[in-house]
């Protein structure tokens, strides 16, 4: 018997993107996975089908904004270049189910499958993906909004990354959005030994919305004796010399380390302590944040100390895992790790370590699972 076939399609390089990567590999035992996205073959068994990376074009950018600006929001999409890339490549191609990755490829496959068959994964609040710019929501955001009420309201289901953010969903749009986390695979691993000094590491992206500057000024003015590594992506190298000149100025015990294949990220995080981040709010997105880089710290049987943002804060509360700072200043997160005791760090790692099977990508998973199953067999 065939398989059913499946469309997994996201405008980004799906071999090292973690939250696809799950859709891809959760699925291509069951369905017959075609994947469609920038760079390699994320996974031997599926087909893909490789798009262009569009290199960046000043007119081509004035251009849209002038479409924006004047409401013609149809062909602003329409005429993008990796939009009619991947129109042409998939005309005529026949899925049974399709899960559309962000609100980018949205468009495009409620246009060309029907919404009957499409799952949207939205990932982040697209309205607002940016709203710290004001030039940026001036434009872009009306564009998001066209494709949410005009694509995503005729899709069969929808998920996003965050509780919070799924009501958001609700509240503007009258969507009914359901939550799958970025949830990291559970890991068989133990809660090491606490190193003295304390072993601190951050992974994710290497820029200033991140709020790394707090985290080199912080291990360097604790009395608490403290390392502190950063493997940092998407870097650019202007930035990595500003850390590097704030490492020096401040003698932080800072080091920043070469980013790691993402199979090699978690047991390299567990042979830490503490897993710190400390976003700035600088939009819902990042005041709604519920990253990876959490559920890898978990997964790593890590201790956390993070920042008050409401969704993280309220994973660490439930679960007992580690310390949130009074507020988003270097100065609280001082406080948090002067405070830290080796006894209180086992014993969040011991409750990471309890807690990594309910916050694994398991877990979440099936929200995915039964989305899907419910479109196809509509389609049997």
């Keep these: 018997m065939n398989k059913p076939s499946m469309l997994i399609i996201s405008f980004s390089p799906i071999a090292s993107d973690a939250r696809v990567l799950k859709q891809v590999r959760g699925f291509a035992e069951e369905f017959d996975v075609t994947t469609c996205g920038f760079g390699p073959q994320p996974d031997e068994r599926v087909e893909h089908i490789e798009l262009g990376i569009p290199r960046p074009h000043r007119a081509r950018r004035l251009w849209d904004e002038a479409l924006v600006r004047f409401g013609r929001y149809r062909t602003a999409y329409w ?51 940016h709203g710290e710019n004001a030039a940026w929501m001036r434009h872009r955001s009306q564009l998001y909004r066209w494709l949410l009420r005009t694509y995503v309201r005729r899709a069969a289901s929808a998920t996003t990354v965050s509780s919070r953010i799924a009501e958001e969903y609700r509240r503007v749009f009258d969507l009914d959005v359901a939550v ?99 976003p700035k709010p600088i939009n819902l997105n990042h005041a709604y944040a519920l990253p990876n880089k959490v559920f890898d710290f978990v997964q790593a049987r890590l201790a956390l100390v993070i920042g008050p943002a409401e969704e993280m804060a309220r994973v660490v509360h439930e679960h007992g895992i580690g310390v949130v700072t009074a507020d988003f200043s270097t100065e609280s997160l001082r406080r948090a790790l002067d405070e830290l005791a080796p006894g209180d760090v086992a014993r969040w790692k011991d409750a990471s370590d309890r807690a990594s099977a309910a916050l694994s990508a398991e877990a979440q998973q099936q929200v995915w699972v039964d989305a899907v199953h419910a479109i196809a067999e509509k389609r049997a």
């Design 79 to 129: 005429t993008g270049p990796t939009v009619r890339a991947a129109r042409k490549v998939l005309r005529g191609r026949r899925f049974d189910v399709v899960i559309s990755n962000d609100l980018d490829t949205a468009g495009l496959a409620v246009a060309l499958y029907g919404g009957e068959r499409v799952h949207c994964d939205l990932h982040e609040y697209w309205p607002e993906l």
């Design 180 to 278: 799958v986390t970025n949830a990291s695979p559970h890991q068989n691993l133990a809660a090491g030994e606490v190193s003295d000094p304390l072993r601190l590491v951050y992974s994710g992206a290497g820029d200033a919305e991140r709020g790394l500057e707090s985290l080199v000024e912080a291990t360097a003015r604790t009395s608490t004796p403290v390392e502190l590594d950063l493997y940092l992506v998407s870097m650019t190298p202007e930035y990595r010399r500003s850390l590097e000149e704030l490492i020096d100025r401040e003698k932080s015990p800072t080091r920043i380390r070469e980013p790691l294949p993402y199979r090699e990220l978690v047991p390299t995080l567990n042979t830490y302590d503490i897993g710190i981040y400390q």
